[in-house]
């Protein structure tokens, strides 16, 4: 007789799962006062996914801006009067439990980390092209803020940036979730960091490695250069010319965002003058998008492994300590990433 391969997930065995789970969830674009915690049915994978058990997840802000649904450009692609994903959370770290059909690479009870639609919950769907396996020397603290924050930072520095030993490099919000990252791994890699943050924050910068630090409020940016090789734009939305203007003649500027922007844009705009400026001066201007894919992820693993580089943490919550965070981060409390521990409460 012949056998018929069976559709349903490959569960790790000798381990039954819950049917259901504790999530962190809203229904409508709001502020944290939306957030609910409730229990709702555990998610099962699909084909190419991959069911993570959560042990740690991190916030950041695209966590407000899907809250929030702005800039109301996104609520093209996140819905227009309404959420269509209630969940929140895309950073993990986490324990592989169950797989979707057709995913190799990963076996129930691996540890991973990367990007899970609704990470701060018990249980996430992830996409398996966007995990990868954490080594045993990345702390799930550390893992659970790679995802998004980490890569980015990563992405930006190497391969957007190009960076390279003995480069001047200039990262503005420096103590945010992604800044933190890249003032460390720009200094491993051997540049000289300069650090942008409010004053407040400059001896959290300096220890992550940062040279020099400057406050947003006291010093212009005309002052903290010219002559870098290197911009890192992550915050307080400058123009690109004043960007420029702080570049070396064959300098790099790589804008990741800022808030600020307005409400409709959020200062996506800026993007499209650094590419069409780019076309016209010896300066490179360009912008990116994050994409979370296993290569990546495993190429700033090795990364971080080889060095110190940790994640400098404010706090460690449970869910229901999601949304005392959220509203940290808006207004600008934070010393370090905070991390959600869905069994923590
Ligand atoms: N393109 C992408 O794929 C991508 C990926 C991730 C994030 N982002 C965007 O990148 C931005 C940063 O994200 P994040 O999660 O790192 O945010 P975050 O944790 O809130 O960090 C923001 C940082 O900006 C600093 N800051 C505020 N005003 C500033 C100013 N005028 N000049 C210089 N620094 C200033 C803050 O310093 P203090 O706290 O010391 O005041 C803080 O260090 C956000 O807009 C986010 O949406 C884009």
New binding site residues.
Partial sequence: MALTPSPAPSLEPGRSLPETMRAASRRVYGSADEIEISVIARPEPGPGEVLVRVAAAAL???TL?LLEGKPYLARLALGLRRPRRTTLGQQVAGEVVALGSGVTGFAPGDAVFGTAAGSFAEFALARATTLAPRPAGISESTAASLG??GL?AHQALVESGRVRPGQSVLV????????TYAVQLATQLGAHVTG???A??TDLVQALGARRTFD?RGTPLAQMGPGFDLIID???N?PVRELRSALTPNGTLVI????GGGPLLGGIERNLVAAIAGRFTSQRLG????TPTTQRCTDLAQLIEAGTIEAPVDRVVGLSGLRAGIEA?QR?E?RGHVIIRPTAD
Avoid at 287 to 290: A, D, G, R, V, Y
Wanted: glycine share 20%; with cysteine; hydrophobic share 40%.
């Fill in positions: 950041d802000r695209a801006h998004v924050s980015t503005l919000g420096a103590s945010g979730a992604v800044g942008v943050c409010s407040a924050k947003y992550t915050a307080g400058r990741v965002g800022g808030e912008f990116l998008f994050s981060m600008g934070l």
